[in-house]
Each structure stands twice: as C-alpha cells, then as structure tokens.
C-alpha cells in the first residue's frame, strides 16, 4: 500500500527553527507537496520538490531526497502565527495525490 | 480575484437524507477534487474531475457522487447520509503553473445526526 509518515505534533519555541519530517512509501513518485493548513481553515501550498536538494523561500524551506523516500519541511525564525498543521503529499505514478495526516505545530512564546 | 467556494459552509442532516455540496470555481480549471478531512487520517480522495462530464472514483467514493455539467461546479452529493459521513469536506482545483498545486475552498463542515 501507499503510505506518508509524518510526526503527530511537535511543539517549538518562538524565534527557533523546527525541521518537520515526511517519510513516504509510494507506487512511484511525481513530486511533493508541503501544505500549510491554520486550525478551522483549508490547506494553502508551501512548496513542491521534484528533485533532489533543497528549495528556499524565505523562512521556510523544503528538502527531498527520492532515494530515501524521505523529506523535510524547515520553517525558520519562528512566529506564533506559524502555529498550524503542515501536510506533505506526494504525487503517486497516477499523478494521484497522496497526503499524510499532517504534523501539528505548537509555538511557545 | 479568482477564487473556490463551497456552500453551506456548516450543514446538520440526519441520517438517510441526501444531501447536496456545492463546489464552485472561477479560475476556468479543467481539474476539481473533492476530499474529506478527519482527526488522524490526511486528506481523502472521494472523486475527481478532469473536465466537463469527466468523472473518476477516488479511494472513499462509496456513498457519494458527482456531476460535472460545466467547468465551474462539481457538486458532491451524498445519496443517504450516514454517521460515518460526519466530516470536513474540502473542494480543490488545479491550475496549469509549474507546480500544478491544488487550491481549497473553505470547507464544509457535515454533521449527521
């Protein structure tokens, strides 16, 4: 089966940086989605990785690595309006998405 | 501004009612995606659209369907509510950028009774 594992919740502190993990067993890989999705409201895109490396945008970036199904999610100088949950999907072989049932991200001031 | 909305936005129904979800976008995306949305699992595919009177099944579409009569709306019917139908429902489209990410609507949160 198809399947994406993230953390449940992880907390840090305000200011930090917080590395949020995605590990994914799919039939076949087309990229990878993180989404970023505030309590109550729907998911807006972050990023997408289709190669190996890393990709910046500020203060969060994303890292793929396709050999070890694995990929990480970094946000950067914490805010407390970074609290929210962040999901990775990875498009399947049939350009399916696949997503993962998300990290809850605690921030203490 | 382009933009996906659902309606209602909040919808109580007892069990065995059909009930209708509305899915309306005005980015003229060929591609539409409903989901539902539980404590502990990711987002779940219940059907998709590549376009006008394209259909296809995703992984939970048992007690569900979908039409697509124009670009716009693919609404979510549910044929006979049932307890295990209580969720967030989110709708999606995908647009042509590089990235081909999808963008949500609001939501709609069902309560069956």
């Known amino acids: 089966g198809q399947n994406i594992d993230q953390p449940t919740e992880m907390t840090a502190t305000e200011g930090a940086i917080v590395q949020i993990n995605c590990t994914y067993q799919?039939?076949?890989?087309?990229?990878l989605f993180w989404y970023q999705q505030h309590a109550g409201e729907a998911p807006t895109f972050l990023s997408y990785?289709?190669l190996d490396g890393l990709e910046e945008k500020g203060r969060f970036s994303s890292f793929l690595s396709r050999s070890k199904g694995y990929s990480y999610l970094l946000l950067k100088e914490l805010q407390m309006k970074d609290s929210a949950s962040y999901l990775c999907?990875?498009?399947?072989?049939?350009?399916?998405?696949?997503w993962g049932a998300g990290t809850k991200l605690i921030i203490k001031p | 501004d382009a933009e996906i909305t659902q309606s209602p936005r909040h919808k109580i129904t007892e069990t065995g009612r059909q009930v209708t979800l509305a899915c309306h976008q005005t980015?003229?995306?060929?591609?539409m995606f409903w989901y539902r949305q539980d404590l502990g699992h990711g987002l779940r595919l219940i059907h998709y659209?590549?376009?006008?009177?394209?259909?296809n099944k995703g992984e939970v579409s048992d007690g569900y369907s979908v039409s697509r009569s124009n670009t716009e709306d693919l609404p979510l019917t549910l044929e006979s509510a049932a307890s295990s139908q209580t969720s967030v429902y989110f709708c999606?489209?995908?647009?042509?950028?590089?990235?081909?990410?999808?963008?949500f609507g609001p939501g709609t949160r069902l309560t069956v009774l």
């Open positions: 980015w003229n995306h060929n591609n």
């Open positions: 799919t039939s076949g890989f087309n990229g």
């Open positions: 659209s590549y376009g006008v009177h394209d259909t």
């Open positions: 999606a489209s995908t647009g042509t950028s590089d990235y081909n990410e999808q963008f």
């Open positions: 999907a990875v498009i399947d072989s049939n350009y399916q998405l696949i």
């Open positions: 990785n289709v």
